[in-house]
T-cell receptor
């Protein structure tokens, strides 16, 4: 399977702990996105990278959240000092900028539960 | 980034055409309209996109009004597996997603 993969698929943590999620995009894709989705809502944009450069961050992204894409391939999203309000599905997507259209391919998501 | 509005939910009988409307009255001239769908507990899946002209692929057809302020996604022969939440998005740098339309296909 050469689609977008995310690990872990599920994470349960206690409030105040740090968590890190990983996303592996489709190999030739140069753009990678992170979204957060809560029940009954559409995905909420968090940030995106083009290659290794983080080009845009949502103003909703607090300083407890940090994302990296060190070699322009996989990406990690870290949440420090988790809060119950961080409980959500975290989605990763990738796309190929410069292709005929900028379709985003999504991974299955990581479901975070903060107790 | 333009915001889109969609009905919260719709029903459609299996085998009939499902027509899902979307308003994007603030869309700018170079913003594409994208449609995705999300089946429960999965990541969103791309369906189709367009700029000005109507588009068709193996999944659906997209009708965009001449003023580009609204569009309609058409699933020509809906099946039970088309039950999902359908999102209409105007592509900008951030892809602003609304809550989508929950489409329920009934036998």
């Amino acid at each position: 399977d050469t689609g977008v993969s995310q690990n872990p698929r599920h994470k349960i943590t206690k409030r105040g702990q740090n968590v890190t999620f990983r996303c592996d995009p489709i190999s030739e894709h140069n753009r990678l996105y992170w979204y957060r989705q809560t029940l009954g809502q559409g995905p909420e944009f968090l940030t995106y990278f083009q290659n290794e450069a983080q080009l845009e961050k949502s103003r909703l992204l607090s300083d407890r959240f940090s994302a990296e894409r060190p070699k322009g391939s996989f990406s990690t999203l870290e949440i420090q000092r988790t809060e119950q309000g961080d409980s959500a599905m975290y989605l990763c997507a990738s796309s190929l900028v410069g292709a005929s259209y900028n379709e985003q391919f999504f991974g299955p998501g990581t479901r975070l539960t903060v107790l | 980034d333009a915001k889109t509005t969609q009905p919260t939910s719709m029903d459609c009988a299996e085998g009939r055409a499902a027509n899902l409307p979307c308003n994007h009255s603030t869309i700018s001239g170079n913003e594409y309209v994208y449609w995705y769908r999300q089946i429960h507990s999965q990541g969103p899946q791309y369906i189709i996109h367009g700029l000005k002209n109507n588009e068709t692929n193996e999944m659906a057809s997209l009708i965009i009004t001449e003023d580009r302020k609204s569009s309609t996604l058409i699933l020509p022969h809906a099946t039970l597996r088309d039950t999902a939440v359908y999102y209409c998005i105007a592509l900008g740098s951030q892809l602003i997603w609304g809550a989508g339309t929950k489409l329920i296909i009934k036998p």
